[in-house]
């Protein structure tokens, strides 16, 4: 069986999208907790901005190899990684 049959059979289009989808919505959670709380001790701006970094990477990966899916999903959680990066500095003055 080669890859393409395996990778249908499998529903792997279907399971990278709902996967992908999961990147973004990851990020919720920790920014509701922030503007909810204004509590922003336990947070790593250093983490988040990697974070970031690796997302914007993989979303021009996403770009140069036309995979729109990789695209809108690093591409929304670079920006809600960057939302988190704002709030933490901003509520930690």
């Not at 395996?6 to 959670?29: T, V």
């Not at 990789?70 to 670079?78: D, E, F, L, P, Q």
Request: aromatic share 16%; charged share 15%.
């Amino acid at each position: 069986m080669k890859r393409e049959e395996f990778a249908k059979r499998i529903m792997w289009s279907k399971s990278m999208f709902w996967l992908g989808l999961l990147n973004p919505l990851a990020y919720i959670p920790q920014i509701w907790s922030i503007l909810s709380t204004h509590v922003v001790d336990g947070i790593s701006i250093p983490m988040f901005g990697l974070f970031f970094v690796i997302q914007v990477s993989f979303c021009l990966n996403g770009f140069f190899h036309r995979d729109k899916n990789a695209m809108i999903s690093m591409g929304s959680g670079a920006m809600l990684s960057m939302v988190a990066i704002v709030l933490t500095a901003y509520y930690r003055i």
